[in-house]
Nanobody, 123 residues
């Protein structure tokens, strides 16, 4: 049904910037808010940011607010994550997901997930 595909990851140096994209297919996309998460081996998936599709309201984790910016292009069914001043600790697999209900900051509130895109930040 709903399918998500992340892109834009890669290998960058500390202090550099990247913009990740999350392309969605399916006509139920606009009913959900979308969120960005990241995960490293052995750790739980971490919430980063979310945006509602209709109004564009945004929500950020404290750890990334000020450096990361979430946005969306409704016509393209695409969500973006602009990441600036990247640090080695930002190295992770980055995922996008569709919000179902509950707490925006909880991984349990999201139902459909993409495959993820690898971001590696070298020092």
């Amino acid at each position: 049904q709903v399918r998500l595909r992340e892109s834009g990851g890669g290998l960058v140096q500390a202090g550099d910037s990247l913009r990740l994209s999350c392309a969605a297919s399916g006509r139920t996309f606009s009913r959900f808010a979308l969120g960005w998460f990241r995960q490293t081996p052995g750790k739980e998936r971490e919430f980063l940011a979310a945006i509602t599709w209709s109004r564009g309201s945004t929500y950020y984790a404290r750890s990334v607010e000020g450096r990361f910016t979430v946005s969306r292009d409704n016509a393209k069914n695409t969500m973006y994550l602009q990441m600036n001043s990247l640090k080695p600790e930002d190295t992770a697999v980055y995922y996008c997901a569709t919000f179902e209900s509950g707490n925006y900051f909880s991984v349990r509130s999201y139902d459909y997930w993409g495959q993820g895109t690898q971001v590696t930040v070298s020092s």
